[in-house]
């Protein structure tokens, strides 16, 4: 049986450990005195089938009565009430055994409590309903900004109340007083003394004492202040309210599902993608408009996300449209998580790639047709151009030499564009980068210079190097690095003034060295900066095709730089231009981020 002075209390922390329990709880459950170390409260109440972390999940929003048994320490059990209450420091738990009722008649009982409870920020309140006397403990008074206690403490705290609220506790109170309800649970707003904004409290009361006859005399209340989660709630709320604006306006793909892949939202987007109303579609899981061969697949990698303990990952799969289309899409799904870490839902994002794999596969058989199609009949006629030629080698110049000269020149133009467009494929599929090793940048540089000659020759150009020094290396393709260097030496000869003169020089840059080939002749144009790294671009497209130009060398490069770590960039003005590169110095650990 519980004390006649006291109800029984027990504070612990919210993972069940006991870090007070009173003197009543103490004779309630039969123990001698308070346990030493990590004392479980399971070890003294059973919760039955609702789970100890159930209950004080439900205790985050408001407080939760219910029944339960004791237990003594004999292995006994006993039925009790218990009122868990959500505090700062963890939980507390008021307990009263079935049937039992309390004298509270004590006037200093209240104020005993409340150093009990102190530490969970909770106010207490008695009213002696015979009599019509109140009294609280100091927590209540600082919760309602009193410095003293009032002469009728419960009538300053109606006083205190939100006018729209006072109805609503007067009713809570009314009910619990006669008996139409056992407990009060309610939520209202009150305004501190010598304060303006209204803070919001919770109160749970209950009669704790009748006479003979059944007649409430004592009521009990506890009440906490509740402002901030309020506060909380409500941004939570309109954080939730823009979600789903920003869900219903989204241009992609959205849906919100169970984590057995029960829709339970999806929007607009969603449903135009996969062709069903919104209605129908709820009504189907994800597996539904999967094709089935990417079912598992799918089921697997969302597994695979949950137990790694990521929050998000990134695959391709397809969907069936509602007519039977087959579309292509890419899936980002995140996990979202509670604040303990536990996975509650999922959030997919459906990017619609259809039409950008169309493309990729209409690309994959031009590039196949360009290979088999077109490189081998122009390397063909290239050979028989080269035969024809040497039938006229001891002839004089003519009309017919003339034609064959300009036939090999636009033959050799053409395959060398079919190459470029074969390496532009092969290089955004990264399949063009060998081994890296270690080479000598003066080497490469004089290796293009020799190559170019002939070119720059044929534009009135000199091409010179300078500052180079032997001892500098970069870890690379070698391959890879002379079509570099013979693409931008190319359009440096291309581009230069006549009678100009085409540098190169080389310099260590820290972990990095570079390269830099300049010219003199017209500057680029300032707005051509953000796309000439871009394929088939080019400034002036009179002068580039009077100079054989496709628009794809700087592209090349480009992609080619980026796979060796490498990276490019220009600066051109009335002077003239340079074009620079840089790549990792042998003995460099440092790896430079494509782009």
Request: glycine fraction near 6%.
């Amino acid at each position: 049986m519980l004390g006649q002075e006291q109800i029984a209390i027990v504070t612990m922390d919210t993972s069940g450990v006991i870090r007070h329990i009173n003197r009543p709880a103490l004779a309630l459950f039969n123990q001698s005195a308070a346990p030493l170390g990590d004392f479980h409260i399971e070890s003294i109440i059973d919760f039955g089938e609702t789970p100890l972390a159930e209950r004080v999940a439900a205790c985050t929003d408001e407080a939760i009565s219910s029944e339960v048994r004791g237990i003594k320490p004999c292995g006994g059990r006993f039925d009790m009430n218990i009122q868990m209450e959500c505090c700062r420091s963890g939980m507390i738990i008021m307990c009263e055994e079935k049937n039992a009722e309390l004298d509270m008649s004590d006037p200093e009982l209240l104020r005993r409590l409340s150093h009990v409870i102190e530490s969970a920020q909770l106010g207490t309140y008695e009213i002696d309903l015979r009599g019509g006397t109140s009294t609280v403990c100091e927590h209540w008074l600082k919760q309602m900004g009193y410095k003293a206690q009032p002469e009728d403490p419960h009538r300053a705290f109606e006083r205190r109340v939100h006018p729209e609220d006072r109805a609503i506790v007067r009713n809570a109170l009314g009910d619990c007083i006669a008996g139409r309800a056992q407990r009060t649970e309610i939520e209202f707003r009150i305004r501190r003394v010598g304060e303006c904004d209204w803070r919001w409290m919770r109160s749970n009361a209950t009669v704790i004492r009748h006479d003979a006859d059944g007649t409430p005399l004592t009521l009990m209340g506890v009440q906490c202040d509740i402002t901030e989660k309020k506060l909380a709630q409500a941004e939570l709320q309109q954080s939730e309210h823009r979600f789903r604006a920003a869900m219903e306006r989204s241009p992609i793909g959205m849906a919100l599902s169970t984590m057995d892949g029960k829709w339970l939202d999806v929007n607009p987007a969603l449903c135009e993608f996969l062709g069903y109303p919104r209605e129908e579609l709820m009504r189907k899981g994800f597996r539904q408009v999967t094709l089935v061969r990417d079912r598992e697949a799918t089921i697997q990698s969302a597994r695979e996300l949950v137990r790694s303990g990521q929050n998000s990952m990134t695959i391709e799969k397809q969907y069936l449209h509602a007519s039977g289309e087959l579309l292509t899409g890419q899936l980002s799904l995140t996990v979202v998580r509670d604040d303990m870490g536990a996975p509650q839902m999922f959030l997919s994002q459906i990017v619609d790639i259809t039409e950008a794999r169309k493309l990729d596969f209409m690309k994959s058989e031009f590039i196949s047709t360009v290979n088999h199609e077109l490189r081998t009949p122009v390397t063909s006629i290239l050979g028989a151009l080269s035969l024809l030629e040497g039938l006229y080698t001891d002839a004089p110049a003519s009309k017919e030499t003339a034609l064959i000269a300009i036939a090999q020149r636009n033959g050799l133009r053409l395959k060398n564009l079919l190459n470029d467009i074969l390496q532009v494929s092969s290089l955004t599929s990264g399949s063009s980068i060998k081994e890296k090793i270690p080479v000598s940048l003066k080497e490469a540089v004089d290796q293009a210079q020799e190559a170019a000659r002939d070119q720059a020759a044929e534009f009135d150009v000199k091409i010179e190097a300078s500052a180079m020094d032997p001892a500098l290396k970069c870890v690379t393709d070698p391959d890879m690095l002379s079509q570099v260097l013979r693409i931008l030496l190319s359009n440096a000869t291309k581009f230069s003034d006549p009678k100009s003169v085409v540098t190169v020089e080389i310099s260590a840059m820290g972990a990095y060295n570079r390269v830099t080939i300049s010219n003199k002749g017209r500057p680029i144009p300032h707005n051509f900066r953000k796309v000439i790294f871009q394929s088939f671009v080019q400034s002036d497209k009179t002068d580039t095709r009077r100079r054989e130009g496709s628009g794809l060398g700087l592209s090349i490069a480009k992609k080619i730089l980026d796979q060796l770590d490498g990276r490019i960039d220009y600066h051109s003005d009335e002077t003239g231009t340079s074009f620079w590169f840089d790549l990792p110095a042998h003995g460099s650990n440092v790896v430079l981020m494509a782009g």
